[in-house]
């Protein structure tokens, strides 16, 4: 019986992946290979070898896969290694993640040692999972383990990418078998299709037949939705969550999905109920949808909200020896400070810079390796050289202190008074060069400091109430306390002077318990937290009440008070 008309059920299947040194084209060599044999449903005998390269690696892939140089110079070449890979294949199916690109790789190994590419039917579990699991969006080798349950220990070395791949045919070949009774129709479930122009035109037309024509969906009532800021929640007949959405109107963005002009997504299918949680305010609907989705992870929703790309943060990791400024397009987690969110990577990335060297700061990387004399920067004066090993860590923690304590307060004036000061204490001791340079570098740093756009400051040293309006209904507000660079609460202003002052006190009492930790942003909240960030920039007309000091409960009481008098004065003061 040939391989192609053997029934999927009794066939041997080979889980393979490969390690290649990341370049393309005709330079791209293999590195590793490992392969795993699947019968049954289970994993049986395994296969793995490092391959000697022509060329040297580079130290991005030696970072990314954990390959070095060393171990690949000691490697076996791939004249010894294919046979045995090759002798595995025969008889059997490929499968491999992204399979396209280890078929390719491994052709062309073959070829670069004059032996003959075995040409096994290859399987993909992307496009299988793409077949059998249309509502499964996420298809990259972890997160489909992770949708199906199966843990992932190591990534990017090629035994255990293929082991992980294995196990993700083990758990997807149930509903292969129920689509595909022989090899060869399993490969024709999983080969894409191509259409013409012409045909997909014709396809975009039957959709919006479909779109406008009758409902083959179970009927949706959408009568029972407020038309209030919010999130809605669409399920199937189980109850399990298909899709998260948020509005400023839930019922009319609800309904919007099954509009007749509206091309459907393919969780609309099987959506059979909707339900909602209402909030005050359009950031309460963003926040709330980032939480819920999560929480539910719910198939339909692709990603979260697209991020800002023009937003940028100052963060010190400091959990790490001698830490450094750096700029990121995130906030940092864990026990770090954080300044921002701020507008011009470039003018950021020079403020490091001047920072670096103002302070003594390293300008290296986060992992600092043993020197046996001072770089460039040490020998200018601009760097206290803690790779030397002779430096008092003290030392160096106290010029990182003083440089992170100016974003405590007002860090532009605070920054260019700085070198005022420095600049007087030069002229005083007739260091008349280093009062010109320190001169220049105030212009620099003034025009840095002009061009930057944002919040020039550390996010846990801002606590604030913020207030965030109903889009429709003056007079109503979401409050949302942020303390210790996170929303630690939020939800309708309260209406008695009370309840708004136990909130606050609570809110304050866990931000400084967070601070005895030392701990800041959790990795859970980073995306939260840039939500929040690039929110606030964006609307800097939110009112806000300064919590440090934390103010009196009378001052509290009037500054809600004073919201809601505003919003109802307004039409008076308009006529």
């Known amino acids: 019986m040939q391989l192609l008309e053997q029934p999927v059920a009794t066939a041997e299947f080979v889980a393979l992946d490969t390690e290649t040194n990341g370049l393309g084209g005709d330079s791209c060599e293999l590195t590793e290979v ?39 110079d000691t490697a076996p070449d791939p004249a010894q290694v294919l046979p045995s890979l090759a002798q595995m294949l025969s008889g059997r199916v490929m499968v491999a993640h992204n399979a396209a690109f280890d078929r390719r790789v491994l052709r062309q190994a073959f070829a670069r040692v004059g032996l003959d590419w075995p040409n096994p039917p290859v399987l993909c579990t992307a496009a299988l999972a793409r077949a059998v699991l249309p509502l499964q969006r ?10 199906l349950g199966v843990e992932v220990e190591i990534a990017h070395r090629a035994l255990a990418d293929a082991e992980t791949c294995g196990r993700i045919l083990c758990a997807l070949f149930p509903r292969l078998c129920a689509h ?74 609800a309904r919007a999905h099954f509009a007749p002009a509206t091309l459907r997504a393919a969780w609309t299918a099987h959506a059979e109920l ?47 020896a001698y830490p450094i ?13 954080t300044i921002g969110p701020l507008r011009g ?4 990335g020079e403020l490091v810079e001047q920072l670096d060297s103002l302070f003594g700061l390293r300008h290296c990387g986060r992992r600092l390796q043993r020197r046996e004399w001072p770089s460039a920067y040490g020998q200018m004066g601009r760097c206290l ?11 160096y923690r106290r010029r990182l202190d003083e440089a992170l304590r100016i974003f405590h307060g007002d860090a532009r004036n605070g920054l260019l008074q700085h070198l005022d000061r420095q600049m007087q204490t030069a002229a005083a001791d007739r260091h008349y060069e280093r009062a010109a340079a320190l001169r220049r570098r105030r212009a620099r740093l003034a025009a840095i400091l002009a061009g930057l756009e944002g919040v020039m400051q550390a996010t846990h040293a801002r606590p604030r109430l913020v207030l965030a309006p109903h889009p429709a209904e003056p007079g109503r507000f979401d409050a949302l306390w942020i303390a210790g660079g996170r929303l630690l609460d939020f939800g309708p202003l309260p209406d008695g002077a009370s309840e708004l002052q136990r909130r606050t006190d609570r809110v304050l009492a866990r931000a400084g318990r967070v601070a005895e930790l030392g701990a800041h942003v959790p990795p859970g909240e980073i995306d939260e937290l840039r939500l929040l960030g690039s929110y606030l920039a964006s609307h800097p007309e939110l009112p806000a009440l300064a919590l440090e000091p934390p103010p009196a409960p009378a001052a509290l009481a009037r500054f809600a008070a004073a919201q809601r008098d505003a919003v109802e004065l307004e039409p008076r003061c308009a006529a």
């Open 385 to 395: 050289s803690p790779c030397l090993g002779d430096l008092d860590p003290n030392l």
């Open 180 to 253: 595909a009774g022989t090899v060869g129709e399993a490969l024709a479930l999983l080969r894409p299709r191509r259409r013409s122009r012409t045909a997909g035109t014709r396809g975009r037309a039957r959709g919006r037949q479909y779109a406008a024509g009758a409902r083959e969906l179970p009927q949706l009532d959408f009568k029972d939705l407020p038309t209030d800021p919010g999130v809605y929640i669409f399920r199937d007949g189980a109850g399990r969550p298909l899709y998260v959405g948020k509005s400023v109107s839930i019922r009319r963005r």
């Open 325 to 337: 400024l750096e700029v990121a397009s995130a906030p940092a987690a864990g026990h770090a400070v």
């Open 34 to 72: 490992g392969a795993v044999l699947v019968g049954g449903g289970e994993l049986h005998d395994r296969f793995s070898s490092l391959v000697r390269t022509n060329m040297p690696l580079g130290r991005g892939i030696q970072r990314f896969t954990g390959i070095t140089q060393a171990q690949i």
């Open 274 to 320: 909707v339900d909602y949680r209402s909030v005050t305010s359009e950031l309460g609907a963003l926040i709330l949808e980032n939480r819920l989705i999560k929480e539910l992870r719910p198939p339909g929703n692709v990603r979260l909200a697209a991020r800002d790309e023009t937003l940028h943060y100052l963060v010190c990791r400091l959990d790490i």
């Open 138 to 147: 996420e298809r990259r080798l972890g997160a489909l383990a992770g949708a």
């Open 345 to 348: 990577r470039r003018l950021l």
